[in-house]
């Protein structure tokens, strides 16, 4: 059979029309996709605990998967009940979190003015009105704050029908994978899955990991600072660093605000402590427990999170990271597309020797690939 080459032109064209046909059926179908993509994450991550129930412990296919439903509901409603009674505390004391914003800005306008002798009552006259309408809708800080962490009840029944059918007909979806591609790919089809599953599975482990390095390094630095609903805030904190860079600048400044509203004299601290815990987190932690192998650039992480919060809004945000991952290692697999999984990731550098950390005298901690 003859090859066709088309000019580039017609290539380019034709690349771009398949993008934007993709992203309409994404934004059109949010309900089902969002979910779908979701269950497909934890299905990966407990795939090993359902193996181990039916090879080790000889439970049936259907016992296996509801057990495994059964774990992620347990740990899906513990994160909801906590959020629900941490935010309800929060609620309650919001008014006076409001009084004492003002009564903090008042006191600060008195110092500016008698340290620097100016006038800038008007000024600041100006500033506590934009600052009292800010505290005063509650629905933008709270709304944020639920819509991230209190999913629709269409997104949580999805999620678990999607996550059951996923482990309980995983066979077939995989043969059926394998069967779309011709027989001269099927070796390169089944390298391909198992490298996405292994990877996927260790990427997804070492986010769990991080998130809870993360809170409990802001939890002790909230406490010793003695700031106001700190496991709140903690928590908080290591859940929105899954979102690069913005995630950790958004509860920076909250935490930042609740601790001047609540007259602490620490948020200068709390503003260097964030900056330090960044630093741990990006040269420590995350090279540890998450690794380089689906490490995405800044540049495609930036555009992944504007793209996927259009698309799919704040979950699209959590998932796209994962997707570009997914995306980063097909692309190397697959012939003709290495270039653009080149440029997904970072820039290669001289091959160093991994890092290593001594934590005691038999415990040494290695960098991941």
């Known amino acids: ?18 993008i934007l046909a993709v992203g309409y059926l994404a934004v059109i179908g949010k309900t089902i996709l969002a979910p779908l993509f979701f269950s497909f994450l934890m299905a990966l991550l407990l795939l090993p605990f359902a193996k181990f129930l039916e090879t080790r412990l000889k439970f049936r296919r259907a016992l296996s998967t509801f057990s495994s439903v059964l774990v992620m509901g347990v740990v899906l409603t513990a994160i909801l009940y906590f959020f629900a009674s941490q935010l309800s505390d929060f ?39 934009g600052l009292e309408k800010l505290l005063s809708s509650t629905g933008i800080i709270l709304g944020f704050t639920v819509a991230m962490f209190s999913s629709s009840l269409a997104f949580v029944i999805f999620s678990i029908l999607f996550f059951i059918f996923i482990l309980n007909y995983r066979r077939l979806l995989y043969h059926f994978i394998v069967a779309v591609f011709t027989e001269k790919h099927t ?13 996927i599975k260790s990427y997804i482990s070492g986010l769990f990991i991080q998130i809870l390095i993360v809170s409990v ?19 908080l ?15 920076c400044l909250l935490a930042c605000l609740i601790s001047f509203a609540t007259g602490g004299t620490a948020t200068l601290f709390v503003l260097i402590g964030y900056v330090g815990i960044h ?32 698309i799919w ?4 945000m959590f998932l796209s990271i994962p997707f570009l991952a997914i995306l980063k290692i097909i692309f190397e697999r697959v012939e003709g597309l290495q270039p653009w999984g080149k440029v997904l990731g970072e820039e290669t550098r001289i091959r160093k020797p991994r890092r290593k950390y001594k934590i005691t005298k038999n415990i040494t901690l290695h960098e991941k690939e």
């Open 279 to 310: 630093v741990i987190d990006g040269n420590i932690i995350l090279p540890l427990v998450v690794g380089s192998k689906v490490k995405i650039n800044a540049l495609f992480t930036f555009i992944g999170l504007l793209v996927g919060e259009a």
């Open 187 to 199: 070796m390169k089809v089944h390298e391909v899955m198992a490298e996405i599953q292994r990877i």
């Open 91 to 129: 609620t309650k004391d919001f008014p006076v979190l409001q009084k004492q914003v003002t009564k903090s800005l008042l006191e600060l306008q008195v110092w500016i003015s008698k340290t620097f002798h100016l006038n800038i009552s008007n000024q600041w006259k100006y500033i506590n009105q």
């Open 313 to 316: 809004g704040i979950s699209g």
């Open 217 to 235: 390094l802001t939890i002790g630095l909230l406490t010793l600072l003695d700031v106001k609903y700190a496991i709140l805030i903690g928590v």
């Open 237 to 251: 904190t290591g859940l929105m660093n899954l979102i690069p860079y913005i995630g950790i600048f958004v509860s």
């Open 1 to 18: 059979m003859k090859e066709i080459k088309l000019p580039f032109l017609v290539r380019l064209t034709f690349v771009l029309i398949s």
